[in-house]
């Protein structure tokens, strides 16, 4: 515990150090569940990739134990369930859908504008970045998600239930660290939890964002002409006894898990994304001024913010990836193995997770000169970068579905704060060990 409190980033640095002292793979438990940990990118693209069919699912801890609604979300889905779903939800981010959302996003990143004028004037200048961010992100997936204003991001609501209940989610408490404890250690103990609709996540929290999400569908009118991800996962709803055939469609509660899901998604990640890239530029001013120039001139170029817009920002995009390479969203990603197989003289038995240490691969000197430095032009030929040492949104066809929008807000929302803010550092930023501290302190704009 010392060692976490005097550097927050101490336990997501042992890939590295495991890796100089055990090799490429290596093993351990989690509780009493067996994990291979690969750093071995060759290894990695076969349990991605090409042996996908073996390596379908994420986990199967931790994935019956989150109630009857989150239980039926994407990421806790395994095999054939999971691909009905996914074959469902992927046209919702397809590039005719997320045109379609640029002005919802817009508009919610005009109120974050708005917010940081009003910081300019009442708090010295020094503003929040984990606050507004955050906000910001509640507000586009609220709005993308169900077409509904939830005032996240009013001045006058400064403390409303839904951000409260957004921040409860990822609140650690002793008790849920326990049932983790649990669970991992009695693995069936998950089937207990599920039959009795456990949720290891705040029980209040969830049943707040399954009210919301059930209240917004029987306020829907099902104008076909609306965009947002509600309707278009209404359309695709089957009854549950359809899914035992089915290949396409939704049941009523995988649509209220996953709308859920989205909500934690947006707000949490994205949100942390977009605060380690502002830190970024605040602290590389070459960096931001050169972001800047881009942005106005495209904006120029083709009359405002657009989706076109959007699909470029080079520059911008270069500065992003760097970011999630040196603070990645998900330290860690998993595959579970379904039988025996045996990768490059590597045999990895039935029933074993494997561990992809993303942030090791991010921070490694072996890919990456001067790994700690952020330098935005390793980025510019992304040809020349393995997407299997690189990868922030996850590979293989178990990749982060919501991936391409999380990027058109990321884009959308730092070119705003370009175009009308220079980002400076304040006496309150923390200049080193900033991947977990940085999350409550302030910058200048």
Not at 221 to 241: C, G, K, P, V
Request: proline share 4%; hydrophobic share 40%; with cysteine.
């Amino acid at each position: 515990m010392n060692e976490l409190k005097d550097d927050p980033d101490s336990f997501f640095k042992k890939d590295l150090e495991r890796k100089k002292k055990f090799g490429l793979v290596y093993g351990s438990y989690a509780g009493l569940n067996p994990h291979i940990i690969v750093a071995d990118p060759e290894i990695l693209k076969q349990v991605q990739i090409k042996e996908f069919g073996v390596f379908r699912d994420r986990q199967r801890t931790l994935n019956r134990v989150n109630g009857k609604e989150m239980n039926k979300a994407l990421t806790s889905a395994t095999g054939d369930h999971w691909k009905r779903l996914r074959t469902s939800m992927s046209p919702l981010f397809s590039t005719t859908k997320l045109k379609e959302m640029i002005g919802i996003i817009e508009g919610c990143t005009d109120k974050m504008v708005e917010n940081l004028n009003r910081i300019l004037k009442d708090d010295d200048e020094k503003f929040s970045p984990k606050q507004v961010l955050t906000k910001l992100s509640l507000d586009v997936i609220c709005s993308s998600a169900f077409n509904v204003d939830m005032h996240t991001q009013d001045s006058s609501n400064e403390n409303s239930q839904l951000f409260k209940m957004a921040k409860k989610l990822f609140d650690m408490k002793r008790g849920t660290r326990i049932a983790f404890l649990l669970f991992f250690i009695f693995p069936p103990l998950q089937r207990v939890a599920e039959l009795f609709n456990y949720s290891i996540l705040p029980s209040e929290s969830i049943r707040h964002f399954a009210g919301l999400v059930d209240a917004v569908i029987k306020n829907k009118d099902y104008d076909q002409s609306r965009i947002d991800l509600m309707i278009q996962m209404l359309n695709l709803e089957i009854s549950e006894a359809e899914t035992k055939t089915a290949t396409k469609g939704l049941t009523r509660n995988e649509i209220v898990g996953n709308s859920i899901l989205m909500i934690l998604a947006g707000f949490e990640t994205t949100g942390n994304t977009m605060l380690f890239v502002i830190y970024n530029l605040a602290n590389y001013k070459d960096a931001q001024e050169r972001a800047r120039q881009e942005v106005k001139k495209d904006v120029e170029k083709h009359g405002g913010l657009t989706y076109e817009v959007m699909s470029g920002l080079k520059y911008l995009t270069q500065c992003i990836n760097e970011t999630l390479r040196i603070y990645p969203a998900v330290v860690r990603n998993s595959r579970y193995c379904e039988k025996e197989i045996t990768i490059n003289g590597v045999t990895i038995p039935a029933g074993c997770h494997v561990d992809i240490p993303n942030y090791g691969f991010g921070r490694d000197e072996e890919y990456w000169d001067e790994p700690l430095k952020f330098k935005p032009e390793r980025m510019e030929d992304m040809s020349k970068i393995n997407p299997i040492v690189f990868q922030p949104f996850g590979a293989g066809p178990r990749n982060c579905i919501g991936m391409r929008f999380a990027l058109i807000e990321m884009k959308m929302a730092i070119s705003k704060i370009l175009l009308n803010f220079e980002v400076d550092m304040c006496p309150d930023t923390p200049v080193s060990k900033v991947y977990l501290g940085l999350l409550s302190y302030a910058f200048r704009c």
